[in-house]
């Protein structure tokens, strides 16, 4: 059996090394494979289970679909027709939490933890962003003028 990170999430490196001692005792071999970013980003090598970690902003209504149908490798792993999903959702016809339901019944995508991450301060500071680590990227802030 196989399991794919991208190389950089620490915790995706614990979680393998859990996940092999545990699948040892039962006899079951995991081969771990650690990819660079651009390798992981299109998706293109074979796995049997990937892990990944994804950063949703608000909405979450936007961000939850157009962050999973931005990432080719989400695509080729979820085998569910993402243009029709795509055509529903620019019309406005996509119903997110319905959608991701669906993937959670399934267990197409089985989420393992969970983080809600905000920042207090401010509230003038602007463009604040996670980077893919789900870290804060404060290098594209600003603060917005006071307003008269």
């Not at 996940?19 to 390798?39: G, S």
């Not at 157009?66 to 996509?94: F, K, M, N, Q």
């Not at 119903?95 to 089985?110: E, G, K, R």
Request: charged share 20%; proline share 5%; glycine share 6%.
């Amino acid at each position: 059996m196989t399991l794919t990170y991208y190389q950089d999430h620490i915790e995706h490196r614990a979680i393998g090394g859990i996940m092999a001692t545990l699948l040892a005792e039962h006899q079951v071999r995991l081969e771990i494979r650690e990819l660079e970013y651009a390798e992981w980003h299109r998706g293109e090598v074979v796995s049997d289970i990937w892990l990944n970690s994804a950063n949703f902003t608000l909405p979450i209504n936007f961000s939850l679909f157009a962050w999973l149908y931005e990432v080719p490798l989400i695509r080729h792993c979820i085998p569910i027709d993402w243009e029709e999903d795509a055509g529903r959702w620019h019309a406005g016809e996509l119903n997110p939490a319905t959608w991701s339901q669906q993937l959670l019944a399934n267990q197409t995508i089985v989420p393992l933890i969970h983080h809600w991450l905000m920042i207090q301060g401010q509230r003038s500071m602007r463009g604040v962003r996670m980077n893919t680590l789900g870290w804060f990227d404060f290098k594209s802030a600003w603060f917005a003028p006071p307003e008269p």
